[in-house]
């Protein structure tokens, strides 16, 4: 079992983070950490484990992400995952929204770090990989008159007895009632400060750090202070920031992917897939961002959105009209 610290990785992220975004994102980084949509326990043990889980071997290194507050469950939804080959197992307890906590999981776990070490306990010994903890830095709630940091502390000592070697802290607060899903990944205010001074203080943990990263130059500064940074929304709103993390954040010497590059190594894939069945858009949703802030983005959207949203199209005619468009970009 390797616990190796990854300098950079991408957020889980419901809805985005499918097998078919990770499967892009590869295309521009081969380093970069990447993470499932969270799945809770009881759709693995008792749902399509096939389908919720399997992946392309092209996606290592990649962290399967649990949801859910039963030791029991996680441990046999830990069972099936064994199968599929995982390079990690992540818990979630800092998503605060009420679907999830009403789950009593998510960051409503932190109301019990207890029932978080056990749950991690469970995973550990049905697993042969490492577990480790996604979370914020406390609940406003249990924390109304502090910062967190006993309260982290106290869940990473926790943790840690459990054999949980990794935290990553989405470096705020997280409120569980009065904010939407969306106020709070914005609100409380963030506080990077206290992540390192919680490195400092364990320094045989794996700490990475999450929250409003928005560049591999904001990923380098931090890396000076915790051992790995995790980008959410700015890799699914601009993924091409992540074509030069090899040679930026892991020293490799491999050329840079052009974006033009990246959308012809998918074709292969989404010709596998087209004739498998799958309708072109569940691929090809997430290069809507691939040419963000550069001239012609509004057209590529627009006329990504018309390809793979044609009636009755097959691989040849969404790849000729493909390939049409990202000549327009390489002249
Ligand atoms: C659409 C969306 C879905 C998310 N789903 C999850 C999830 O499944 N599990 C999780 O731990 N966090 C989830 N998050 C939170 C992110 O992992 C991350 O912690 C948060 O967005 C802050 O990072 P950022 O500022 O870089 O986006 C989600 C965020 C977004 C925007």
């Known amino acids: ?34 993470y499932s949509e969270m799945i809770t326990a009881s759709a693995v043990v008792f749902g399509d484990d096939e389908k919720l889980l399997s992946f392309d071997p092209q996606e290592h290194n990649l962290i399967l992400q649990l949801g859910g507050s039963d030791p029991e469950l996680l441990a046999k939804a830990c069972q099936k995952a064994q199968a599929f080959d995982y390079d990690g197992l992540n818990l979630n307890a800092g998503c605060p929204s009420e679907r999830v906590s009403s789950g009593s999981f998510g960051a409503s776990l932190r109301k019990d770090p207890q029932l978080i070490a056990d749950c991690l306990s469970a995973m550990r010994e049905n697993s042969k990989v490492p577990v480790s903890l996604k979370t914020r830095i406390a609940l406003e709630e249990m924390t109304p008159d502090s910062d967190g940091f006993e309260d982290l502390c106290r869940c990473a000592e926790l943790a840690q007895k459990t054999g949980c070697r990794e935290i990553i802290v989405h470096a705020r607060k997280a409120k569980l009632k009065g904010l939407t899903p969306k106020q709070n990944r914005e609100r409380p205010a963030l506080n990077y400060d206290l992540v390192y001074r919680f490195k400092q203080t364990f320094p045989d943990l794996i700490v990475s750090i999450n929250g409003n990263i928005d560049s591999l130059d904001a990923a380098l500064k931090h890396l000076n202070h915790v051992d790995g940074a995790m980008i959410g929304r700015a890799a699914y709103g601009n993924p091409y920031l992540l074509a030069q993390a090899d040679q930026k954040i892991f020293n490799a010497s491999t050329p840079i992917v052009t974006r033009v590059q990246a959308v012809r190594e998918m074709m292969p894939y989404l010709e596998k897939n087209m004739i498998e069945g799958l309708r072109p858009h569940i691929i090809m949703k997430h290069w809507l961002n691939l040419f963000k802030g550069c001239p ?16 009755n199209c097959n691989f040849k005619s969404v790849a000729e009209s493909l390939n049409k468009v990202i000549s327009s970009f390489e002249n």
């Open 1 to 34: 079992m390797t616990f190796l610290p990854c300098r950079l990785s991408v957020a889980p992220m419901m809805d985005w983070t499918d097998r078919h975004f990770r499967y892009f994102i590869r295309r521009l980084s081969k380093s970069v950490q990447l």
């Open 296 to 311: 012609g983005a509004v057209l590529w959207r627009r006329t990504l959105t018309q390809i793979m949203f044609l009636e």
